[in-house]
T-cell receptor
Framework: DGGITQSPKYLFRKEGQNVTLSCEQN?????MYWYRQDPGQGLRLIYY???????QKGDIAEGYSVSREKKESFPLTVTSAQKNPTAFYLC????????????FGDGTRLSIL | GQQVMQIPQYQHVQEGEDFTTYCNSS?????IQWYKQRPGGHPVFLIQ?????EVKKQKRLTFQFGEAKKNSSLHITATQTTDVGTYFC??????????FGKGTHLIIQP
């Protein structure tokens, strides 16, 4: 069954700690995205990658880092520099062709301990 | 990039009433996509409109793209509790030319 898998579903971070959120897709999509969603709010783009070994900053990249070593995987690290990391993080993928629909994972809820 | 404005931000309706959300832009849009996010869930793609004046239907949902391709609407007839959630449009500027609106939260009172 094709899809996007995000893990873990829930994550807790201590002060000063970096944490990494996993996103794996088997849809053979070239493009992958990370969004942050705060309660009752819309989707804000953190980082995106349109091809392996390349990625671009989105609107709110500060305090986050990503890598794209494999087509299937696009992990997001929330660094200690992100002072307000509590949010719902959504990963999406999309066929590279322009204006294709995005497919989302189930998300990871990150909280501060 | 281009921004799309989505209104209203919140909409309370009685079950059985109709609901409409609008997505507006000051510039011509190449296309528009609509997504639904259930509470606690993730956005799910509903439909894409590309042609001027296009109208598409999915059961009780009607999607419309304006003649000038600057606005779009999603209309739900006779809402049901299963319609609860946030409806997003996606169009205009962004990483691949598209960005999400801020969404309309639909709250249904039984």
């Amino acid at each position: 069954d094709g899809g996007i898998t995000q893990s873990p579903k829930y994550l807790f971070r201590k002060e000063g700690q970096n944490v990494t959120l996993s996103c794996e897709q088997n849809l053979n999509h070239d493009a992958m995205y990370w969004y942050r969603q705060d309660p009752g709010q819309g989707l804000r783009l953190i980082y995106y990658s349109q091809i392996v070994n390349d990625f671009q900053k989105g609107d709110i990249a500060e305090g986050y880092s990503v890598s794209r070593e494999k087509k299937e995987s696009f992990p997001l690290t929330v660094t200690s520099a992100q002072k307000n990391p509590t949010a719902f993080y959504l990963c999406a993928s999309q066929d590279q062709a322009l204006y294709q629909p995005q497919h989302f994972g189930d998300g990871t809820r990150l909280s501060i301990l | 990039g281009q921004q799309v404005m989505q209104i209203p931000q919140y909409q309370h309706v009685q079950e059985g009433e109709d609901f409409t959300t609008y997505c507006n832009s000051s510039t011509t849009l190449s296309n528009i996509q609509w997504y639904k996010q259930r509470p606690g869930g993730h956005p799910v793609f509903l439909i894409q409109l590309v042609k001027s004046g296009e109208v598409k239907k999915q059961k009780r949902l009607t999607f419309q793209f304006g003649e000038a391709k600057k606005n779009s609407s999603l209309h739900i007839t006779a809402t049901q509790t299963t319609d609860v959630g946030t409806y997003f449009c996606r169009s205009g500027g962004g990483a691949d030319g598209l960005t999400f609106g801020k969404g309309t939260h639909l709250i249904i009172q039984p």
